[in-house]
């Protein structure tokens, strides 16, 4: 009798936090949506966005200024859009990577796709290659990164498999790192450095509808295997051997949890850049709301990922003339809050 | 006997005199003092602007160049300086030349031209210690290239020469600045300048990358933020509604008309987008040397056409025959001036 309640009591108190969670992240994202949209150097009021919306659904010019059009629907509203999934994905990335390796400190590009996409854009920028090609090459940069990392760490036999995965993913990053550093010395020094520089440094400043379609499939197709495979990835946070007592093929139900993070991961970076932080942070905030099951963590990081990225990417654009790179705002502002987590927070990691 | 004895010390004399009065002590653009021969043979660029001047000036003498030279610069240039070799750069971003590579070049005088700040006066002190060999620096700010000019004159022994480049940049610079200086502070067109293939890098106020732009009387309209190169958004731009659109970037040129993000912004609907030249060199922005010159006139006519009636072709023509000591063919002049390579 008293053990029934409790069992009750602890789904209504996992159900709250759900809700709770979800309902808070969602209304970071609205929040930062409204916010978003109303900011920025060009003055847009929220007039102005409710006349453009119209003028869409219905089908009628609008009479605004083809700039107020541009900037709403060429310029802004692909960012807004951009962010929100460049944050969502490398906060699921993060999330599942930080379940599967069974450790707070793994951040999306811990088997490399971030040095992997920068070696592939640094390239395509060496190469004098367009937006597009420079895209590509980091995209499939990401991918071949994580592929060669996982092709050797499971080569090596013997010892713990995640130890020695998580070991060659840092080993080949300095690798890649090596070779974007001799990229950036072989590069001209007047154009194709500070090029070089400004894409590292991670930005959504050239953000266009044409980018979204690529940013979107991967980001989509990557985000729903991983719900799909929640229930598994709860029992491989657990120790292999135990998930392996309980049935679990734990190789190919790695392989597929990978391969979704890192193309969630390799879309995000090919959009935007290098962005650190937003993988380590937010899926730690999303724990520490709903808890480490992946069927409430999975849509809480996607969403509260989305959100802080927006608010990052807002005042990125809008606190001076100039961008200020996302790489060092999210360093910037994630630290401090990093530091507050640990300290609060201890609870959250179980 | 005794006049042949005499004869024969004074042809002695006139034969080692000059090798004695050739080392000469000449104050460098950093005051400091190097010690040069009288008349250079192997001088060693240690930069893309010092490889540039030099070749104007003393091309016999340029020992190659920090990049090599690939495909139509060399149309522009002297067939055999022009293909010397790739010596990699000694001063500015990285450091790319083994100075034992160096040492075997046997340079009479290492030459660099840029900025005079400390970083640099030490990197001169410290290479020219480890190497012995003189090591001259040379301020490469744009006023100041008609002075750079006759101090780079005297430490090669090619005076005469650089007198004579000396004062053809003193009147381009003298002609533009007084032309411009008629023109009323309402009437500077706004100009936004666009780098990279999405248009969005930009030379803040007061960087080298705008600094003839900003000469030339224009009103850059990033020049509110001082500093270097930066990322602006395209919001940015559209509020700044720049009149004229300069570019170095091909990519961005070809795209930016067809571009329904840009057709707001003021300088696009106008047709007002210029893609700057570059052949062999870039005439806006980099290196950041005398190849901007002929940029002044270019930068002139866009500008304030009414101002600048000179016929662009001859003005290329000539400079690049007197620079560049080659003659340019009308189509070669043409695929410069369309900012093709």
């Given at each position: 009798?008293?053990?029934?309640?409790?069992?009750?009591?602890?789904?209504?108190?996992r159900?709250v936090?759900?809700?709770?969670?979800?309902?808070?992240?969602?209304?970071?994202?609205?929040?930062?949506?409204?916010?978003?949209?109303?900011?920025?150097?060009?003055?847009?009021?929220?007039?102005?966005?409710?006349?453009?919306?119209?003028?869409l659904?219905?089908?009628?010019?609008?009479?605004?200024?083809?700039?107020?059009?541009?900037?709403?629907?060429?310029?802004?509203?692909?960012?807004?859009?951009?962010?929100?999934?460049?944050?969502?994905?490398?906060?699921?990335?993060?999330?599942?990577?930080?379940?599967?390796?069974?450790?707070?400190?793994?951040?999306?590009?811990?088997?490399?796709?971030?040095?992997?996409?920068?070696?592939?854009?640094?390239?395509?920028?060496?190469?004098?290659?367009?937006?597009?090609?420079?895209?590509?090459?980091a995209?499939?940069?990401?991918?071949?990164?994580?592929?060669?990392?996982?092709?050797?760490?499971?080569?090596?036999?013997?010892?713990?498999?995640?130890?020695?995965?998580?070991?060659?993913?840092?080993?080949?990053?300095a690798?890649?790192?090596?070779g974007?550093?001799?990229?950036?010395?072989?590069?001209?020094?007047?154009?194709?450095?500070?090029?070089?520089?400004?894409?590292?440094?991670?930005?959504?400043?050239?953000?266009?509808?044409?980018?979204?379609?690529?940013?979107?499939?991967?980001?989509?197709?990557?985000?729903?295997?991983?719900?799909?495979?929640?229930?598994?990835?709860?029992?491989?946070?657990?120790?292999?051997?135990?998930?392996?007592?309980?049935?679990?093929?734990?190789?190919p139900?790695?392989?597929?949890?990978?391969?979704?993070?890192?193309?969630?991961?390799?879309?995000?970076?090919?959009?935007?850049?290098?962005?650190?932080?937003?993988?380590?942070?937010?899926?730690?905030?999303?724990?520490?709301?709903?808890?480490?099951?992946?069927?409430r963590?999975?849509?809480?990081?996607?969403?509260?990922?989305?959100?802080?990225?927006?608010?990052?990417?807002?005042?990125?654009?809008?606190?001076?003339?100039?961008?200020?790179?996302?790489?060092?705002?999210t360093?910037?502002?994630?630290?401090?809050?990093?530091?507050?987590?640990?300290?609060?927070?201890?609870?959250?990691?179980? | 006997?005794?006049?042949?004895?005499?004869?024969?010390?004074?042809?002695?004399?006139l034969?080692?005199?000059?090798?004695?009065?050739?080392?000469q002590?000449?104050?460098?653009?950093?005051?400091?003092?190097?010690?040069?021969?009288?008349?250079?043979?192997?001088?060693?660029?240690?930069?893309?602007?010092?490889?540039?001047?030099?070749?104007?000036?003393?091309?016999?003498?340029l020992?190659?160049?920090?990049?090599?030279?690939?495909?139509?610069?060399?149309?522009?240039?002297?067939?055999?300086?022009?293909?010397?070799?790739?010596?990699?750069?000694?001063?500015?971003?990285?450091?790319?030349?083994?100075?034992?590579?160096?040492?075997?070049?046997?340079?009479?005088?290492?030459?660099?031209?840029?900025?005079?700040?400390?970083?640099?006066?030490?990197?001169?002190?410290?290479?020219?210690?480890?190497?012995?060999?003189?090591?001259?620096?040379?301020?490469?700010?744009?006023?100041?290239?008609?002075?750079?000019?006759r101090?780079?004159?005297?430490?090669?022994?090619?005076?005469?020469?650089?007198?004579?480049?000396?004062?053809?940049?003193?009147?381009?610079?003298?002609?533009?600045?007084?032309?411009?200086?008629?023109?009323?502070?309402?009437?500077?067109?706004?100009?936004?300048?666009?780098?990279?293939?999405?248009?969005?890098?930009?030379?803040?106020?007061?960087?080298?990358?705008?600094?003839?732009?900003?000469?030339?009387?224009?009103?850059?309209?990033?020049g509110?933020?001082?500093?270097?190169?930066?990322?602006?958004?395209?919001?940015?731009?559209?509020?700044?509604?720049?009149?004229?659109?300069?570019?170095?970037?091909?990519?961005?040129?070809?795209?930016?008309?067809?571009?329904?993000?840009?057709?707001?912004?003021?300088?696009?609907?106008?047709?007002?987008?210029?893609?700057?030249?570059?052949?062999?060199f870039?005439?806006?922005?980099?290196?950041?040397?005398?190849?901007?010159?002929?940029?002044?006139?270019?930068?002139?006519?866009?500008?304030?056409?009414?101002?600048?009636?000179?016929?662009?072709?001859?003005?290329?023509?000539?400079?690049?025959?007197?620079?560049?000591h080659?003659?340019?063919?009308?189509?070669?002049?043409?695929?410069?001036?369309?900012?093709?390579?």
């Amino acid at each position: 009798m008293s053990e029934a309640s409790t069992v009750g009591d602890a789904a209504r108190e996992r159900g709250v936090r759900l809700v709770s969670g979800l309902g808070l992240a969602t209304l970071i994202l609205v929040a930062g949506v409204a916010i978003a949209f109303s900011v920025g150097r060009f003055p847009v009021t929220l007039g102005d966005l409710g006349v453009a919306l119209w003028s869409l659904i219905s089908g009628q010019p609008s009479g605004l200024a083809p700039a107020t059009e541009a900037v709403i629907f060429n310029i802004r509203g692909p960012r807004v859009v951009a962010a929100i999934l460049c944050g969502a994905a490398l906060a699921v990335a993060g999330a599942a990577f930080q379940g599967l390796f069974r450790n707070p400190l793994v951040s999306p590009d811990i088997l490399g796709a971030s040095s992997g996409a920068a070696l592939g854009a640094v390239i395509g920028i060496y190469f004098s290659l367009g937006i597009f090609g420079i895209q590509a090459l980091a995209f499939a940069g990401g991918l071949l990164a994580v592929a060669l990392v996982y092709l050797i760490g499971s080569a090596i036999r013997g010892g713990d498999t995640v130890l020695v995965l998580v070991l060659t993913g840092v080993v080949i990053g300095a690798l890649l790192g090596a070779g974007v550093g001799l990229m950036k010395y072989l590069a001209d020094p007047y154009n194709q450095l500070p090029a070089m520089t400004f894409w590292l440094l991670g930005s959504l400043a050239g953000t266009d509808k044409s980018d979204l379609l690529p940013l979107f499939g991967p980001v989509l197709a990557g985000t729903l295997v991983l719900f799909a495979l929640r229930w598994r990835m709860n029992v491989m946070s657990l120790p292999e051997e135990e998930a392996r007592a309980l049935g679990l093929a734990t190789g190919p139900i790695r392989i597929a949890i990978v391969a979704a993070a890192t193309l969630v991961t390799a879309a995000s970076v090919a959009a935007a850049g290098v962005i650190g932080w937003v993988g380590l942070i937010v899926p730690h905030l999303a724990r520490f709301i709903v808890g480490p099951e992946f069927g409430r963590l999975i849509p809480t990081a996607a969403l509260m990922g989305g959100g802080y990225l927006l608010i990052i990417d807002t005042l990125a654009r809008s606190s001076a003339q100039i961008e200020i790179p996302l790489g060092i705002l999210t360093a910037v502002i994630g630290t401090p809050f990093f530091i507050w987590l640990l300290v609060n927070a201890r609870k959250s990691w179980s | 006997m005794n006049v042949s004895r005499r004869a024969f010390i004074a042809a002695c004399s006139l034969l080692a005199a000059p090798r004695v009065a050739r080392a000469q002590s000449i104050t460098d653009g950093a005051g400091r003092t190097v010690t040069v021969p009288a008349r250079t043979d192997r001088v060693f660029p240690a930069g893309p602007p010092a490889a540039i001047q030099h070749y104007t000036l003393q091309p016999r003498s340029l020992l190659g160049w920090p990049r090599a030279n690939r495909g139509s610069e060399l149309l522009f240039l002297d067939p055999e300086v022009g293909t010397r070799p790739e010596l990699g750069r000694l001063t500015g971003r990285g450091n790319t030349t083994n100075l034992e590579v160096l040492l075997q070049l046997k340079p009479d005088l290492i030459l660099d031209v840029g900025s005079v700040a400390r970083t640099f006066v030490e990197t001169a002190d410290r290479v020219q210690a480890q190497t012995g060999i003189p090591y001259a620096l040379l301020d490469g700010r744009f006023d100041k290239i008609a002075e750079t000019y006759r101090l780079h004159g005297r430490l090669t022994g090619e005076t005469a020469r650089a007198e004579e480049l000396a004062r053809y940049c003193e009147e381009v610079v003298s002609t533009c600045r007084s032309r411009v200086a008629t023109v009323p502070a309402e009437r500077r067109p706004r100009v936004y300048y666009a780098r990279g293939p999405r248009g969005l890098d930009t030379g803040l106020g007061g960087s080298i990358n705008v600094e003839t732009i900003e000469f030339m009387g224009a009103i850059n309209v990033a020049g509110g933020t001082r500093g270097g190169l930066a990322t602006v958004s395209l919001e940015q731009i559209l509020a700044w509604d720049p009149e004229v659109i300069v570019t170095i970037d091909q990519e961005f040129a070809r795209t930016v008309r067809a571009d329904p993000s840009w057709a707001g912004v003021r300088a696009v609907r106008d047709g007002r987008v210029h893609l700057s030249p570059k052949m062999p060199f870039g005439w806006v922005d980099f290196p950041p040397s005398v190849n901007r010159m002929p940029g002044l006139w270019w930068l002139g006519k866009l500008l304030y056409p009414s101002l600048f009636p000179e016929d662009l072709i001859s003005v290329t023509r000539e400079f690049y025959t007197r620079f560049y000591h080659r003659v340019p063919t009308d189509p070669q002049i043409a695929f410069v001036l369309e900012g093709r390579g």
